[in-house]
């Protein structure tokens, strides 16, 4: 199975920050690549598909890029509802893989 | 828009099994691609399986193989997930998504959370 790994494991930034997550694939998953957010008590929240295509309704201030094996997500300033955990996922193999997750907390 | 509905709670002993329904509306059942995902107290989102009803045949992630069964009933719209021999370390909330044309999962069921203890 193909393995994805996020860096970091959690991150404590403040409300306005510019924040980066990155997933690395164990191999070349081209743009197959999708981020989520998951909140405690809610069912998992796509933001971002194929990469770097925004999925609607999410605000512009989240972003991907990235190719191959290694991806970015970015919110470029963030906000109180943005506190949760980001999860990425590959589907270039239908035996789909997740990261481990990025908790983002509050400093 | 395709919304899906999980059944509701279930506590269980050691060894047994849990069948959780994941009931989807407003779009063509047969078409959609089913997968269960599940997240562990204080763990990541794990993928277990999906299937596609129309052609019905599952697949699963290695870990759980033999141990899960998939299934789809076209006639009341609704995706199955069984599970077998439960033990402790399978104490979760258990959730079902479809995905897109885009390969992402976009649609996801509100979760059931399965408890196993003795």
């Not at chain 1, 990155?22 to 405690?40: E, G």
């Not at chain 1, 997500?73 to 990425?88: G, H, K, M, R, V």
């Not at chain 2, 959780?20 to 989102?45: D, E, H, I, M, N």
Request: hydrophobic share 30%; with cysteine.
């Amino acid at each position: 199975d193909i393995q994805m790994t996020q860096s970091p494991s959690s991150l404590s930034a403040s409300v306005g920050d510019r924040v980066t997550i990155t997933c690395r694939a164990s191999q070349s998953i081209t743009s197959y690549l999708n981020w989520y957010q998951h909140k405690p008590g809610k069912a998992p929240k796509l933001l971002i598909y194929a990469a770097s295509s925004l999925q609607s309704g999410v605000p512009s201030r989240f972003s991907g890029s990235g190719s191959g094996t290694d991806f970015t997500l970015t919110i470029s300033s963030l906000q109180p509802e943005d506190f949760a955990t980001y999860y990425c996922q590959q589907s270039y193999s239908t035996r789909y893989t997740f990261g481990q997750g990025t908790k983002l907390e509050i400093k | 828009q395709v919304q899906l509905v999980q059944s509701g709670a279930e506590v269980k002993k050691p060894g047994s099994s849990v069948k959780v329904s994941c009931k989807a509306s407003g779009g063509t059942f047969s078409s959609y691609v089913f997968s269960w995902v599940r997240q562990a107290p204080g763990q990541g989102l794990e993928w277990m399986g999906g299937i596609i009803p129309m052609f019905d045949t599952p697949n699963y992630a290695q870990k759980f193989q033999g141990r899960v069964t998939i299934t789809a009933d076209e006639s009341t719209s609704t995706a199955y997930m069984e599970l077998s021999s439960l033990r402790s370390e399978d104490t979760a909330v258990y959730y079902c998504a479809t995905l897109d044309p885009g390969y992402a999962f976009d649609i996801w069921g509100q979760g059931t959370m399965v408890t196993v203890s003795s």
